[in-house]
């Protein structure tokens, strides 16, 4: 995906840092060749980027790749955290070190990347979009993805913060939660033949990530748009009108309630 980002990104102008530790689908391992390939295609097609191979979960590797930025264009504008990787397991059988090295990606690493990023930015009062990027795995939950579901749940939580502490700063913060056919996804029930649609591909979502971070989107922040082979649709997290007592109640008086507590299950998932 993020390949099908630094593209576009790079055909409407912007000079592109692409970051890819090239590691296996689990986290294991890394080439410096993968984020070199994409540079390379950029730059023959007439575009501006410069590689940097760093991994986003470390506190160095979130340094080094502004500096990567700063060093070859000066300034920073845009950062998209979309580093990932999966260890997907039912929870029983989920290792101490599955949970760690999935959390430590996603949401660590979005924060790895972020923190030197944002001081850049307040420091030098320099308007700025971070997006990061979370899942419907996180966001409504997926069998299988409790480590994955709650780095990316995680995400979405440290967005909506950021957009928050952000706005006196003129930074805007935006959240993703995309569907694409990408190696993460390729076995997934439903995936198979699906290479040859277009809209399942990277490149349906691209345009998505670059309307939240042009001023096309100047007056969005803190919201997360799901974009994916059906279109883009908002998620938003929601609460209903409740119940409300002006005196103590007991766990018989929320359960009578229960009416107005809860959403009716036809309303919670809106996908088609
Ligand atoms: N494909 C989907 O349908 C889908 C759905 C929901 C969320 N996402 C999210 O979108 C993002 C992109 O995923 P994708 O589908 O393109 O997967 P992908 O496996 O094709 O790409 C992930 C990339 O992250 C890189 N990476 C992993 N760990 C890294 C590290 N520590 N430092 C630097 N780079 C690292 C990998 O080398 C790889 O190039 C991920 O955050 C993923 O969780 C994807």
């Known amino acids: 995906m993020g390949e099908a980002y630094a593209k576009l990104f790079a055909r409407e102008g912007a000079s ?4 890819d530790l090239g590691g296996a689908r689990d986290g294991t391992g890394s080439s410096v060749g993968a984020a070199q390939t994409v540079v390379d295609a950029i730059v023959a097609a007439g575009g501006t980027a410069v590689a940097n191979t760093s991994d986003v979960s470390t ?18 504008d845009i950062l998209v955290n979309n580093a990932g990787i ?41 308007p700025g979009v971070i997006i990061m990027t979370s899942s419907t795995s996180g966001l409504y939950g997926n069998f299988g993805q409790s480590n994955y579901g709650a780095a990316k749940a995680g995400i979405y939580g440290f967005m909506r913060v950021l957009a928050l502490e952000g706005a ?9 939660a995309p569907g694409a056919l990408t190696r993460m996804t390729a076995d997934l029930p439903g995936m198979q033949g699906r290479e040859t649609n277009p809209m399942s591909l990277p490149e349906n ?44 109640y007991t766990a018989e008086d929320v359960a009578e309630h229960a009416e107005q507590i809860f959403f009716p299950s036809s309303v919670e998932r809106v996908l088609s």
């Open 205 to 248: 979502i691209a345009p998505t990530v670059l309307f939240m971070a042009s001023d096309l989107a100047s007056e969005h922040t803190g919201k997360v748009l799901a974009a994916s082979a059906r279109g883009v649709a908002e998620i938003k997290m929601v609460q209903t009108k409740g119940f409300r007592s002006e005196t103590p």
């Open 59 to 76: 506190v160095e590797g979130g340094k080094a790749i502004l500096a990567t930025a700063l060093e070859a264009f000066g300034k920073v």
């Open 86 to 126: 999966l260890r997907d397991k039912t929870f029983a059988k989920t290792s101490e070190e599955d949970w760690d090295v999935v959390v430590k990606v996603h949401l660590k690493g979005t924060y790895c990347c972020t923190f030197p990023v944002w001081n850049w930015l307040k420091e030098n009062n320099h």
């Open 16 to 19: 592109v840092v692409v970051n």
């Open 168 to 176: 006196r700063y003129n930074i805007r913060v935006m959240g993703l």
